[in-house]
């Protein structure tokens, strides 16, 4: 797993969940080389989960073959609005994960806005 600091617990569609959970889940899979699941807000919803996932260099894998490999292991599946996989996750100088690239990554791909920070 990467090295951020998600909150603990979210809320989507009434039900409470543990986004360490979700992401504990997702990080053993063969593929899965780093992962790194958190909150983005949303413009029209309050807020959605997402899961940010680079792959091993020999393997390949989709959205929908890891979201059932989540939701095999627990419940809260369907509270990932969208797994997104990238070559790289981004880095501060420090070396964490930069979660609000991670952000603005998810709010240009699902708004079509770019946003510059």
Known sequence: M????????????????????????????????????????????????????????????????????VRRRIDACETLERIIILQELPKVPTGKVDGSALKDLAVSLETGIEVVS
Do not use: Y
């Open 2 to 69: 990467a090295d951020v600091s998600p909150t603990d617990q979210s809320v989507s569609g009434g039900s409470n969940f543990s986004i360490q959970d979700e992401e504990g889940a997702l990080s053993p899979h063969p593929a899965a080389r780093d992962c790194v699941v958190m909150e983005i807000p949303q413009l029209a919803h309050g807020k959605d989960v997402f899961a940010f996932v680079t792959l091993r260099a020999d393997l390949t894998s989709r959205e929908q073959e890891l979201r059932d490999w």
